[in-house]
Every structure is written in C-alpha cells, then in structure tokens.
C-alpha cells in the first residue's frame, strides 16, 4: 500500500485486497451496538460520578447530538469507501482516494472505530503499544491489527491536514 | 442543553435552605442576624459559576497526536501548550484543561466527547 497527498485529495493507491476489506469495515467496526462497553465509551459520563441532575439532562440533550455527529462522520466514510466497490476483479489492488475536506470525518469515524474495537475487545495499554506483533494468528490479534492499521492512517491524515 | 432550570433549582434550594435556618432559629429562641441572608442573595450567577474545571482523562487508545490536535482546536491553545497538557494526560492520568465558568466548562466538555476525548466537568474543590 502507498499513501501520499496529492493536491486536495489522500491516495490511498496500491490496496491489496485484505487491506481494502478493512477499510470497507470502518463504519461497521464503528457501530458500538450490542456492546455495553463500547457505547459507555463513546458516550463516556461528563461529570465524575455525583451529578445525577447534569447527567441525566446530558443524556437526553448532549448525547443525541453526539451519536448524530459521530454518524454523519461514518457515513460520510461509507460514502468515499464506495470507490472500493468496483467492478474491478477481486483481487485486484484497488485505490482510494479521500479528500482533503473529508479528513475531519475520517478522523472521528476511524477513531471511533478503533475505541469500539479496544472496548469489544478490552486490550490493555500493553497490548495496544505491541505494535510489532505478529503474525494474526487469531481474531483477536486481527482485531489488534485493525486497531493499529486505523491509527496509522489517522496518523497519516493529521501529518497532512497540519502540514 | 437546558442549563437555566438548573440554575434555578439551585437558587431556589438555597433560598429554602436560608428560610429554613432562619425559621428553625427562631423556634429555638436564637437570635438570627440578616447579614447572611443578605450575603447569599446578593451572589451574582457567576460568583456561582466560577469553580469548575474541565479535565481530560488518559485513554490507552487515542493517539497523542490526535489528543493534541483536538486541544488545539477546542481551546485555541499553541501547539507546546497543547502538547504539555497531552503529555501531563499521558503521564499523570488527567490534566486540567480549563477553568472557568460553569456554561463555558459544559461547552468545552461536549466539544471534547465530541472528538471522543475522556473528559468530565469537576467542581474546583
């Protein structure tokens, strides 16, 4: 895979087929229903714990907005990852291209994604800084994979959009 | 968010409150003075607001790079002042990030769930 900015656009160019099928699962990988752990996580508490009053008016005011936030951000990643839904044979090494406007969308949606994975999962800080780990032997490792894979191109799209 | 009912209640529980102090005062034959009284009613709202801080908490899995982008955009803070707090947030576990009013603070901390950063609005104590 390469990855490169080019004019107001990031090529993601040179996809393999197993890295274009994570990229197709970021907005699923970011849907935290079902999974208790991943929805107190991205809809974590506002206050340390004695505010009842102030919570209980954040969930019904704040955290709508929230999820409608944190969906138009996935959606509009679904949108781009259609390009990868082509024709073309499956093995084939596909590219990608976001652009720039949409970097803010693909930083919250692969954030999310990455939170809910943790959550789901329940990897510890150790785990999480193991970035040499290998080879995927298991759901899990894959998991952990798709976690440092996200971050990478998060880290990629802050170089861009701040340089 | 609807804050003013809450603002409000609290008033309205003070009041209470001070009626209260007074009214058991006087039923245990005490001699209550008006200067109290006159102290908390003349409270303005942001004498009421002011101890409150917005605190980040460390998250294993967002990226510090990412941590630090975020304070920059929600407070306007230059990039050495945004990464010293990342780093205080990686280190120590929290970082206070802001401290202020109480309406400002709640703005700050949706800003921040918003980038889905760990954070709570504390009571100064």
Known sequence: ?163 | MSREPRRDGECLAQIKEIAGTSYANQKAGTITTAEPTIEKETRSEEDLDVPWQVVVHNDPVNLMSYVTMVFQRVFGYPREKAERHMLEVHHKGRSILWSGMREPAELYVQQLHGYLLLATLEKVS
């Open chain 1, 1 to 163: 895979m390469e990855i490169r900015r080019r004019n107001d656009k990031i090529e993601l160019s040179e996809l393999d087929p197993f890295l274009a099928e994570l990229l197709r699962q970021i907005p699923t990988s970011a849907d935290p229903s079902g999974a208790l752990a991943a929805e107190q996580r991205l809809f974590s508490s506002p206050t340390n714990g004695k505010e009842t009053e102030f919570r209980s008016e954040w969930k019904m005011y704040v955290e709508p907005e929230l999820r409608r936030l944190f969906q138009t951000a996935t959606q509009t990643v679904a949108t781009d990852l259609e390009q990868l839904n082509g024709n073309e044979k499956s093995l084939a090494n596909r590219t990608l291209c976001i652009p720039a406007k949409h970097a803010d969308a693909w930083l919250s949606a692969l954030n999310q994604a990455r939170l809910v994975i943790a959550a789901k999962n329940n990897f510890t800080e150790t785990e999480l800084n193991d970035h040499f780990r290998s080879p995927i032997g298991s759901r899990r490792d894959l998991s952990l994979f798709q976690v440092n894979f996200y971050g990478f191109l998060q880290e990629f799209i802050l170089r861009e959009t701040a340089s």
